[in-house]
Structure formats: C-alpha cells, structure tokens
C-alpha cells in the first residue's frame, strides 16, 4: 500500500515541475531524517519520462555513474543498463504502464482527495530498481520514506529557484567529484548546506572457477576447433520470487553460447538471474563441452559481466578469450527471447 502523504508530495512535485529547470546531469542530495544520503536526478526535460530518481547511498550513486559513463545505443550496454540500476524513482506515467495493485492504490487515493486523474502522463507509479530484480513498486516503509522526503526537497529546490539562479543554489553540471547541494530533512522543512559526491567504483564482477578437478583435467584432454561466442544476457521475463515475503519478480539470465561459423546455439539454459550463482553458469558450459568431447579454441565476449564470468573458466581450460562483435548469439537472442516470452 502506498501512503496517503506519499502520493500528496507526488502531486506537488509534478505541479512543481522541477524538469523545466533542471536537466538529469544536475544532481542534488538529501539527508534522510535517518541520517542516511539519497542523490535525486530529475528526469523530463526532454519531455519523454517525467521522473525523480533517487540512487541511495554510495552503492546506489555508483549505479548511476556506470549509466553515465555506458553507450546507450550499444547492444553491450543495454543488459548492463537494465541490471546495474539501484534507485528509487517517482515517474508521471500513461494509465496502461500502472500494475494492477498500483492502479487499485491511486484510485483509493483519487476517491479520498476527490480528484480526477486525466491526461498525458496522469497517473503516478513508485518503482524500485534493484540489480537483478525485475523492477516493482515500492512497499518497504523506510524506501517509501525515502522516495517521500526527496519528494518534498525536490518541491523545495523547485520553490528555490523561484527566487534564485542555479548558479546561486551550487546547482551545476555534476562531474564525478563535485560538491552539490545537500539538503537536510530536519522533520519540519530543510536546512541547506553542500556535499562531495562519493567517487565511483568500479564494478566487481563474480569470477567463478571449476572446482572439480577431475573435470578440469577431462577437459583439458579435449581437442580444441572453432570459435564459440558467449554471453551472459538478462531476458526481458520474469518469475515469481523464490523468496517468502517477497512478492518481487526475478529477472531471467542465461549464458548463452554460439557456435561462430554456424550460428547454432551450444548452451543456454535460462535460470533466475542470482549474483551467487554465478557457478551454475560455467558448470552448465563445462557439461556441453564435455558432452560434445571439443573445446573452442577462443571463445569470443563483448561485455564486462561476461568477461569476468568467463576469465577463469578460459584460464582452467586453455581457451584463449577474444574481446569482439558476437553475431551469432545477437541472432540467437532475438528468436530466443519471443519464444520463452510466450512459454514463461
């Protein structure tokens, strides 16, 4: 369920229309009565999503420079896009774009404030992108006191400028280490003041092994011919949350692998996407390898999150990894992703 109060300071915000003034590389940061940081971007100057985004903490703003620094036209790019999200976000969104239960909440709370929704955008929907979870609305409390006190200090940043410039406000282009506004939540209003940014991370990728000896040294006796392209790819499906308590969707991964000159595809086999099973994925390669009796003399990756899956798996085996286009599995993909989209 969504708070009353929660949905009140959507509303405002979307009367502000802080979108107008700012562009989504200028941030500011709030200090949660909790004493914890959120980093607020504002989305809808170019009038497509109308949002407030909101990366919580180091993690959460980390996620937001790895958005940064990727090529959103890449094909690479697009999985890691999706995946690598952790905010909370307040979107103005078309009707049909709203969950069942997220439909039911904001007509109970239209009938309370007598209110009618109509027109482009009307309806407010509150998600939660988390790395390897299909994005979903928001129900933890504390989350929803989170996205509610940005809320409020993105109204306030609006009233703000109202009477000065950004410039005067310390509202600038963000680069990764500059100081942006902070506003404090004090319970009753805000106190204004400045903050560094955290600088970025880089990312840490899971580097499973083959810990089976005995396998290791069956397939290392293998010939090696050909080149196979993989690819640890996030499906556009989910599943139910294996999870008690926890009603949020998992995404689909699968290490997907193709033969170079046929296109055919050798492996894949779609599991729930889990950081912690990142070893399913080599030991299910490791099987068709050893069921076709060859190993690829290189094996060819093109994004990040492959290539550590994949490093030393290639180094137990004496498979040279090449960093390249992969055709074949992008073709595989296409036929793949229509099929278990009707089976799942």
């Known amino acids: 369920m969504i708070p009353v109060s929660l949905y ?9 229309q802080l979108w107008k003034q700012l562009y989504d590389s200028e941030l500011f940061a709030v200090r949660f009565t909790d004493g914890t940081t959120g980093y607020c971007c504002v989305l809808g100057n170019l009038g497509e999503d109308f949002s407030l985004c909101v990366y919580v903490g180091a993690g959460g703003l980390n996620s937001f420079y790895t958005m940064l620094a990727m090529d959103p036209d890449s094909a690479a ?30 007509q109970s709370y239209a009938k309370k404030r007598k209110i009618i929704l109509r027109g482009r955008n009307a309806y407010v929907s509150f998600t ?20 509610e006190q940005a809320i409020l200090a993105a109204c306030e940043v609006s009233r703000k400028l109202a009477a000065a410039s950004k410039k005067e406000l310390g509202i600038t282009e963000v680069d990764e280490h500059d100081a942006v506004p902070l506003l404090i939540c004090n319970g009753t209003g805000f106190e204004w003041g400045k903050t560094t940014l955290p600088a970025p991370q880089p990312i840490k990728y899971p580097q499973p092994e083959l810990t089976e000896p005995s396998v290791i040294t069956k397939l290392t006796s293998f010939p090696k011919k050909g080149t196979c392209e993989c690819a640890l790819k996030i499906l556009p499906v989910h599943i139910p949350s294996e999870k008690k308590g926890d009603d949020t969707p998992r995404m689909i991964a699968i290490l997907i692998a193709a033969d170079s000159e046929t296109g055919c595809i050798i492996s894949g086999t779609p599991v729930p996407y889990d950081e912690d099973r990142y070893d399913e994925y080599i030991q299910q390669l490791a099987g068709v390898f050893e069921k076709q009796g060859s190993l690829p003399q290189t094996i060819k990756v093109l994004d990040d999150r492959t290539t550590a899956l994949l490093r030393n798996f290639c180094k137990q085996l004496n498979i040279q990894m090449s960093v390249d286009s992969i055709p074949a599995v992008e073709e595989a993909m296409d036929g793949l992703t229509e099929y278990l989209q009707n089976t799942l």
């Open 8 to 16: 009140d300071a959507a509303f405002a915000y979307k009367k502000a």
């Open 77 to 106: 790019a697009s999985d890691d896009i999706f995946l690598s999200q952790n905010c909370l976000k307040c979107s103005f969104v078309p009707e049909n774009e709203l969950l069942e239960k997220e439909y039911g909440w904001l």
């Open 128 to 147: 939660r992108f988390s790395s390897g979870q299909f994005p979903w609305y928001i129900t933890d409390k504390q989350e929803q006191q989170y996205m």
